[in-house]
Structure formats: structure tokens, C-alpha cells
């Protein structure tokens, strides 16, 4: 096998520092660009963490449901609002094009999650295929990705519900505290207590959080079989027309809005060590929930923008739960729809916030950021401590910023996260040819490349105010990962210690260590 540090053979190795003696520093760009071996990864995921390990409970159907449930509630019950505006009728393509790039980014995903199925998801792939900080900047992309979603998805909750509340009771809360700055409010009270309900769920164990996903999925997806139902009934093929009224502008740029809902992708493949077997579990799960999403988006769209005029999308809120009310005359489909999407959306906020902690336990575990994310309690099974950071960093996110921002700026860390995973599948078949793989991409090369070349079409399409946000976000990666991240770095200190043994060097609790070892 080759090496999979990606040294040059032959390459002189480190001599090994005496114990006690601080690690000789590695020249910076060496620094930036050394490896995870993918056996590292293994033995860490062996390895009890700080504090205990996480545990392998969760099965191929809780899998897919927790790639459905973190996938389907954002592009539906909320994107198509703001996507239709800009794409017209047409939004039915953007949702194809948006899902040909991720079919073809989940193949990659599949290939790399049964080679490493870890936690950590993309940001592991990157370590382990194009080196440290390339791995870091993932992180660091996948924790915005994660955490906008998650308070995006939570701000269209709260539209929901008080659209069930004015319908069932007549009386919805005010819209100062219902609302973000910038969006009518002054603070959004539902968006930040649902994000604080689910972190307080996931505390209680991966097994509990699955299983109430599960019911919240199969709930969402009767909604929306509901709602095709009913919303053909009223589907008038004139609205069709003119079709594409911004041409292909308007398809990219709302493929580009629309993206960010294929995050579950990403999500299914942060559970890596609390699936059972992992290298048949992992791929299965991402392409099943692939198909289903890609299903339901493409229905739900057509019959959307077939029941109602593309105009009407502009400005409207819970616009799936208007459209049932104008096609049937009467106020319970409306009000059912509503009721469906405040239980469903809960799964999705669940997810995204169970797939951040799953990434900060993994960049924690390498030394990347604070111990405090890698912690895991005993008894629940969980990072406790991570989890409830995460929850009020997200509640607070979503409490104060406007929805469309926080859209676009998922769409770019998701696209990003995704163009990493393409581009370390080739780079991983190069540096690890015979690494047991559960899964193996059909057409590779090219199915790689075209997954990057679809990425890049996309990322082509987001407005250059996001790309200003995105650059200020990874400036602050960059300072962290140089102030902290490569001082810490367990591959600086000890490249094969499993995390979880204090007395390892660059274990937790170590006082030293020895210089990067290249086989």
C-alpha cells in the first residue's frame, strides 16, 4: 500500500524527540500540509474519547431518516419562497440541476465515508486526503454550513407557527419577537427556543434523538404527500408560462439558493462511529436518502408553481400552507400543512445540530479546538458540553440575522464542503489504491470531476456579499488555526496516539511529545 501521509518516498524521517522533550517545529508549509493516515482515523474511532466513547447504535433506516430529515424542511417548506423568484416556474430545473450535483457528490461521499467512516465527515476526508489545514478550513466551512442552517431552518419555523396559531386560534405572537432585525422583528423568540429544545435532545443520547427523528420524518413526508395531493387538484398548466421569465441567470442563481437543502448529504456521514457497520451502512443510507429527497423536491416543486402564479412567491411566508388554503377554498388543509411543518422542521434543526457537534468532536479530538468539544459523557454517551455550546451559539444565530443571508451563505460552505469530498476521493484512489473500501464510485475519474465542475457552476451563482462574509469567516479559521490549531495539533505532538489515552503523547493531560513520524 502506499503511503497515505502523501510524504515523498525515501524522505528522511524525524528522529524521535527523548520523552519530556518539547516537538522540534516543522517548517510552516510542512505544517499545513501533513496527513492523517487513514489508520490513525481507525484507531481513533477504537479509542474511547475523553471521558468515554461514543456508541454504535444506529442502524441503515435511522440513517436515511436522519438524511432525510436534515434535507427535506429547508428546500421545501421554506426555499422555494425565496428560489422562485428568482428562477420563475423554471425553479422545477434548478431543483434537477441542484440534484445531479449532489447525486454526484454522493457517490463521492459514499466511496470516502466506507474507506473512512469516521466522524468528522468532510473535514476528515480533507485531513486524510489534502492535509491539515486544507482539513481545518473544511471544519471551520462545515461549522458555518451547520450552524446557518440550523438558524436558518429555525427562522421559518417560527413563520410556520404562527401561521397554525392565526389559523387554529386567531393570534399569532407580534412580529417583534417573532421576526429577526431586518425582517420586521426585533428578536426571534421561536427560532432560538426550538434550537435550545433539540440541543437539550441530543444530550440524552444518539439513539433517543434517531428515534424521535424518525417520527418527525415519516410525519413530514405524509405532509407533503398531502400537499401534492390536494395542490394537483388546483394545478393549472398556464402559471407554467412563460417559463423561464430570467432565462438560465435565474435557473443558476436559484439552484444556487436551493442547494444548502442537500446538506443531509453531509449530515448522514457525520454519525460515522455510532453507525453499525459503517463501511455497507454510511453508502447506503446517502444514496437511498438521495433518491427520496431528490423525489419529493422535484414533486412538491412542480405542483407548487403549477398551483399558484410564480409572482406570488415573492413575500410570502409559509407559502406551502398558502397555496393548499387558495387551491382548496377551505382553512384545515392549510392549517394541517402548517401543524406538519412545525413538527417536521424540528428534525431538520436536530440533525444539523447533531451533525456540528459530531465536527467539532473530531476537530477537538485532533487538537484543532478545546478538549471541551470531545468530551463524552459516560452515561448519555454524548459530548455534553459541546452539544450545549453549539445550541446557544445556533439559538442566538438564529434569534438576531434575517433569513436570506443566512441561506446563501450555507449554499457557499455546503458547495464547498462537497467540492472537497469530489476532489479527495481522486486524491485518496491515488495515495491509498488497496485502503478497504465498502463502496467505489462507477466512472471514476469522471464522476469526480464533473461533481467539481457542477460545484463550481453553482458557487458561480451566489452574490458577492456572501463571498465577502465567507472570506471574514475563514480569515478567523485561518487565526485560529494558527494561534491554536497547529500548536495543538496531535499530529504535531504524536501522529498514531489514540485520543482517548491521557498517558499517549498528545494525549489529553500530555506534557510533550515527539516530532511528526512519516512511515
Same mark, same amino acid.
Given at each position: 500500500?502506499?503511503?497515505?501521509?502523501?510524504?515523498?518516498?525515501?524522505?528522511?524521517?524525524?528522529?524521535?524527540?527523548?520523552?519530556?522533550?518539547?516537538?522540534?517545529?516543522?517548517?510552516?508549509?510542512?505544517?499545513?500540509?501533513?496527513?492523517?493516515?487513514?489508520?490513525?482515523?481507525?484507531?481513533?474511532?477504537?479509542?474511547?474519547?475523553?471521558?468515554?466513547?461514543?456508541?454504535?447504535?444506529?442502524?441503515?433506516?435511522?440513517?436515511?431518516?436522519?438524511?432525510?430529515?436534515?434535507?427535506?424542511?429547508?428546500?421545501?417548506?421554506?426555499?422555494?419562497?425565496?428560489?422562485?423568484?428568482?428562477?420563475?416556474?423554471?425553479?422545477?430545473?434548478?431543483?434537477?440541476?441542484?440534484?445531479?450535483?449532489?447525486?454526484?457528490?454522493?457517490?463521492?461521499?459514499?466511496?470516502?465515508?466506507?474507506?473512512?467512516?469516521?466522524?468528522?465527515?468532510?473535514?476528515?476526508?480533507?485531513?486524510?486526503?489534502?492535509?491539515?489545514?486544507?482539513?481545518?478550513?473544511?471544519?471551520?466551512?462545515?461549522?458555518?454550513?451547520?450552524?446557518?442552517?440550523?438558524?436558518?431552518?429555525?427562522?421559518?419555523?417560527?413563520?410556520?407557527?404562527?401561521?397554525?396559531?392565526?389559523?387554529?386560534?386567531?393570534?399569532?405572537?407580534?412580529?417583534?419577537?417573532?421576526?429577526?432585525? #431586518?425582517?420586521? &422583528?426585533? /428578536?426571534?423568540?421561536? %427560532? +432560538? @427556543? =426550538?434550537?435550545?429544545?433539540?440541543?437539550? !435532545?441530543? $444530550?440524552?443520547?444518539?439513539?433517543?434523538?434517531?428515534?424521535?427523528?424518525?417520527?418527525?420524518?415519516?410525519?413530514?413526508?405524509?405532509?407533503?404527500?398531502?400537499?401534492?395531493?390536494?395542490?394537483?387538484?388546483?394545478?393549472?398548466?398556464?402559471?407554467?408560462?412563460?417559463?423561464?421569465?430570467?432565462?438560465?441567470?435565474?435557473?443558476?442563481?436559484?439552484?444556487?439558493?436551493?442547494?444548502?437543502?442537500?446538506?443531509?448529504?453531509?449530515?448522514?456521514?457525520?454519525?460515522?462511529?455510532?453507525?453499525?457497520?459503517?463501511?455497507?451502512?454510511?453508502?447506503?443510507?446517502?444514496?437511498?436518502?438521495?433518491?427520496?429527497?431528490?423525489?419529493?423536491?422535484?414533486?412538491?416543486?412542480?405542483?407548487?408553481?403549477?398551483?399558484?402564479?410564480?409572482?406570488?412567491?415573492?413575500?410570502?411566508?409559509?407559502?406551502?400552507?398558502?397555496?393548499?388554503?387558495?387551491?382548496?377554498?377551505? #382553512?384545515?388543509? &392549510?392549517? /394541517?400543512?402548517?401543524? %406538519? +411543518? @412545525? =413538527?417536521?422542521?424540528?428534525?431538520?434543526? !436536530?440533525? $444539523?445540530?447533531?451533525?456540528?457537534?459530531?465536527?467539532?468532536?473530531?476537530?477537538?479530538?485532533?487538537?484543532?479546538?478545546?478538549?471541551?468539544?470531545?468530551?463524552?459523557?459516560?452515561?448519555?454517551?454524548?459530548?455534553?458540553?459541546?452539544?450545549?455550546?453549539?445550541?446557544?451559539?445556533?439559538?442566538?444565530?438564529?434569534?438576531?440575522?434575517?433569513?436570506?443571508?443566512?441561506?446563501?451563505?450555507?449554499?457557499?460552505?455546503?458547495?464547498?464542503?462537497?467540492?472537497?469530498?469530489?476532489?479527495?476521493?481522486?486524491?485518496?484512489?491515488?495515495?491509498?489504491?488497496?485502503?478497504?473500501?465498502?463502496?467505489?464510485?462507477?466512472?471514476?475519474?469522471?464522476?469526480?470531476?464533473?461533481?467539481?465542475?457542477?460545484?463550481?457552476?453553482?458557487?458561480?451563482?451566489?452574490?458577492?456579499?456572501?463571498?465577502?462574509?465567507?472570506?471574514?469567516?475563514?480569515?478567523?479559521?485561518?487565526?485560529?488555526?494558527?494561534?491554536?490549531?497547529?500548536?495543538?495539533?496531535?499530529?504535531?505532538?504524536?501522529?498514531?496516539?489514540?485520543?482517548?489515552?491521557?498517558?499517549?503523547?498528545?494525549?489529553?493531560?500530555?506534557?510533550?511529545?515527539?516530532?511528526?513520524?512519516?512511515?
Amino acid at each position: 500500500m502506499r503511503p497515505e501521509t502523501g510524504t515523498t518516498p525515501g524522505a528522511p524521517r524525524p528522529a524521535a524527540a527523548a520523552p519530556g522533550t518539547p516537538p522540534t517545529a516543522l517548517p510552516l508549509h510542512r505544517q499545513l500540509l501533513r496527513r492523517k493516515p487513514v489508520a490513525a482515523f481507525l484507531a481513533d474511532a477504537a479509542a474511547p474519547a475523553e471521558g468515554g466513547g461514543l456508541r454504535r447504535t444506529v442502524g441503515t433506516f435511522q440513517l436515511t431518516m436522519i438524511g432525510i430529515g436534515a434535507t427535506i424542511g429547508t428546500g421545501i417548506f421554506f426555499a422555494l419562497d425565496a428560489a422562485v423568484p428568482e428562477a420563475g416556474p423554471a425553479v422545477t430545473v434548478s431543483f434537477v440541476i441542484a440534484a445531479v450535483a449532489a447525486a454526484l457528490t454522493a457517490l463521492c461521499y459514499a466511496e470516502l465515508a466506507s474507506a473512512v467512516p469516521v466522524s468528522g465527515s468532510a473535514y476528515s476526508y480533507a485531513y486524510a486526503t489534502l492535509g491539515e489545514f486544507a482539513a481545518c478550513a473544511v471544519g471551520w466551512c462545515l461549522l458555518l454550513e451547520y450552524a446557518v442552517s440550523g438558524a436558518a431552518i429555525a427562522v421559518s419555523w417560527g413563520q410556520y407557527l404562527n401561521d397554525l396559531t392565526r389559523r387554529l386560534f386567531g393570534v399569532q405572537m407580534p412580529e417583534a419577537l417573532s421576526a429577526p432585525p #431586518g425582517a420586521g &422583528g426585533y /428578536l426571534n423568540v421561536p %427560532g +432560538a @427556543v =426550538l434550537v435550545l429544545l433539540c440541543g437539550l !435532545l441530543l $444530550v440524552r443520547g444518539a439513539k433517543e434523538s434517531a428515534l424521535v427523528n424518525t417520527v418527525m420524518v415519516l410525519l413530514k413526508l405524509a405532509v407533503l404527500a398531502i400537499f401534492v395531493t390536494l395542490g394537483l387538484t388546483g394545478f393549472d398548466s398556464a402559471h407554467l408560462h412563460p417559463f423561464a421569465p430570467m432565462g438560465m441567470a435565474g435557473i443558476g442563481a436559484a439552484a444556487s439558493t436551493v442547494f444548502f437543502s442537500f446538506i443531509g448529504l453531509d449530515a448522514v456521514s457525520t454519525a460515522g462511529e455510532e453507525v453499525r457497520d459503517p463501511r455497507r451502512t454510511l453508502p447506503r443510507a446517502i444514496i437511498l436518502a438521495l433518491l427520496v429527497v431528490t423525489t419529493v423536491y422535484v414533486l412538491v416543486a412542480l405542483v407548487g408553481v403549477g398551483a399558484q402564479p410564480w409572482t406570488a412567491f415573492a413575500g410570502q411566508e409559509a407559502g406551502l400552507s398558502a397555496i393548499l388554503a387558495r387551491v382548496t377554498g377551505a #382553512g384545515w388543509p &392549510g392549517a /394541517l400543512l402548517s401543524a %406538519g +411543518a @412545525v =413538527l417536521s422542521i424540528v428534525s431538520v434543526t !436536530l440533525v $444539523v445540530l447533531y451533525g456540528q457537534t459530531r465536527i467539532l468532536f473530531s476537530m477537538s479530538r485532533d487538537g484543532m479546538l478545546p478538549a471541551v468539544f470531545h468530551r463524552v459523557d459516560r452515561r448519555t454517551g454524548t459530548p455534553v458540553a459541546g452539544t450545549l455550546i453549539v445550541s446557544g451559539f445556533v439559538a442566538l444565530t438564529a434569534a438576531v440575522f434575517p433569513l436570506d443571508v443566512l441561506a446563501d451563505l450555507t449554499s457557499l460552505g455546503t458547495l464547498l464542503a462537497f467540492t472537497v469530498v469530489s476532489v479527495g476521493v481522486i486524491v485518496l484512489r491515488r495515495t491509498a489504491p488497496d485502503l478497504d473500501r465498502g463502496f467505489r464510485v462507477p466512472g471514476y475519474p469522471v464522476v469526480p470531476a464533473l461533481s467539481v465542475a457542477f460545484c463550481g457552476y453553482l458557487l458561480y451563482g451566489l452574490p458577492p456579499a456572501t463571498y465577502l462574509l465567507f472570506a471574514g469567516w475563514l480569515t478567523a479559521a485561518l487565526a485560529v488555526y494558527l494561534l491554536y490549531g497547529r500548536r495543538h495539533s496531535r499530529l504535531r505532538l504524536h501522529p498514531s496516539a489514540p485520543a482517548g489515552d491521557p498517558a499517549a503523547p498528545g494525549g489529553p493531560g500530555a506534557r510533550g511529545g515527539r516530532e511528526e513520524r512519516r512511515p
